[in-house]
């Protein structure tokens, strides 16, 4: 999903009330629930800068840090920024 920051960090707030209230119910193992804990995706990238840029949690732990670094290995493998700015400069 793309959209402006405030948008993306209410999503990102609700989606980790969901996996809250998962861990709460016990359900927090299965695997649809445990994609909304932060520690597993790291961060959220933000688009439309030159470099990738992850942003994390602000009680990110050594295992959601793990997973921001793969995320801009990620962006830098495919490119995702130089792709988007081709986009941009081609309109």
């Known amino acids: ?11 990102l ?11 709460q119910r016990g359900s927090h193992k299965d695997e649809y629930f445990s994609r909304f804990h932060y520690e597993n995706y790291g961060g959220t990238p933000v688009l439309g800068v030159a470099k990738p840029v992850i942003i994390g949690h602000g ?24 792709k988007m700015i081709d986009l941009f400069k081609s309109e």
């Open 59 to 82: 009680i990110s732990n050594d295992k959601a840090f793990k997973n921001m670094i793969l995320v801009a290995e990620k962006m830098i493998e495919s490119d995702i920024c130089g």
């Open 13 to 23: 707030k609700l989606a980790e009330s969901v996996y809250d209230v998962a861990e």
């Open 1 to 11: 999903m793309v959209c402006d920051g405030f948008t993306g960090n209410i999503i």
